[in-house]
């Protein structure tokens, strides 16, 4: 069974960088089947994909983030990671580690999610 | 980007009703449409992938219909577990993107 498990501050300041971890169990984050993404979800609101990456270490990011996010894969630890710069209050949401999955490109297995809050 | 449009916002209904919800695509994206469920605190969990397909181990009282813009996932029988929020996901085109979600109440 997969599972992943997000992990980092919960708190951080306005203008620094949100920095986020996802460990994978269960399955590779080499395996050329899927894709790993990250999606996040302000406080009562809707679902935003931030962006994935692909085991090649390609990656496709939301055109309205691309200027400030990198993903990244360390396949020796089997984790993704996530860095967010210059953030402000409208960063703040519940942010999911996700695998896109053969099943129709949708997301099949997610974390539990981590909230992060900006704040000062 | 391609919008997707929810309907409706929130539904109320009683253990054993039929609910419908509706998706709508601004253009076309085939069959390449998930459905997740969502109950607070926790991350969505997908029902439906490409418009139709049931996920293994999902109960048979989910299903998903449509192609092109128009979707429909439908409940049939809701159960008291069924009652949270439900979003539609296109996978057609990047960025991929929900909708708004729709959160079915008890009544």
């Known amino acids: 069974q997969v599972q992943l498990q997000e992990s980092g501050p919960g708190l951080v300041k306005p203008s620094e960088t949100l920095s986020l971890t996802c460990t994978v169990s269960g399955g590779s984050v080499s395996s050329g089947d899927y894709y790993w993404s990250w999606i996040r979800q302000p406080p009562g609101k809707g679902l935003e994909w931030i962006g994935h990456i692909y085991y090649s270490g390609s990656t496709n990011y939301n055109p309205s983030l691309k200027s400030r996010v990198t993903i990244s894969v360390d396949a020796s630890k089997n984790q993704l990671s996530l860095k967010l710069t210059s953030v402000t209050a409208a960063d703040t949401a519940v942010y999911y580690c996700a695998r896109r999955g053969g099943s129709g490109r949708s997301f099949d297995y997610w974390g539990q999610g981590t909230l992060v809050t900006v704040s000062s | 980007d391609i919008q997707m449009t929810q309907s409706p916002s929130s539904v109320s209904a009683s253990v054993g009703d039929r609910v419908t919800i509706t998706c709508r695509a601004s253009?076309?994206?085939?069959?390449?449409l998930a459905w997740y469920q969502q109950k607070p605190g926790k991350a969505p969990k997908l029902l439906i992938y490409a418009a139709s397909s049931l996920l293994s181990g999902v109960p048979s009282r989910f299903s998903g219909s449509g192609s092109g813009t128009d979707f429909t996932l439908t409940i049939t029988s809701l159960q008291p577990e069924d009652f949270a929020t439900y979003y539609c996901?296109?996978?057609?085109?990047?960025?991929?993107?929900f909708g708004g979600g729709t959160k079915v109440e008890i009544k």
């Open positions: 253009q076309g994206i085939s069959s390449w």
């Open positions: 996901q296109q996978a057609n085109s990047f960025p991929p993107t």
